[in-house]
Nanobody, 118 residues
Framework: QVQLVESGGGLVQAGGSLRLSCAAS????????MGWYRQAPGKQRELVAT??????NYADSVKGRFTISGDNAKNIVHLQMNSLKPEDTTVYYC?????????????WGQGTLVTVSS
């Protein structure tokens, strides 16, 4: 199993920056990819950014503002969020895609709240 622990959320003014971190532990050898998702109340969870073997992918809404990076040796993924907007306010979840014989399964962190004030 893989456990994910997020940190770095908080309150920031519009235009400011925050850095989220996600530390993976357990069977980290089985991780194929990691990423960040976010979910606002009453809405579906949406992809923010992913990274796999150094290849990154971003939602259009965060391109140019957010940067995902990974430290494979430490099993940590970071999400640097710049030029934050009030609409970025929500809970952010770390995700890992776990490779099993039957396919990929998701592991999720507990979530960290990001609040951007106008």
């Amino acid at each position: 199993q893989v456990q994910l622990v997020e940190s770095g959320g908080g309150l920031v003014q519009a235009g400011g920056s925050l850095r989220l971190s996600c530390a993976a532990s357990g069977s980290t050898f089985s991780i194929n990819a990691m990423g960040w998702y976010r979910q606002a109340p009453g809405k579906q969870r949406e992809l923010v950014a992913t990274i796999s073997s150094g290849i990154t992918n971003y939602a259009d809404s965060v391109k140019g503002r957010f940067t995902i990076s990974g430290d494979n040796a430490k099993n940590i993924v970071h999400l640097q969020m710049n030029s934050l907007k009030p609409e970025d306010t929500t809970v952010y979840y770390c995700n890992a895609k776990i490779g099993l014989p039957g396919g990929l399964v998701d592991a999720w962190g507990q979530g960290t709240l990001v609040t951007v004030s106008s």
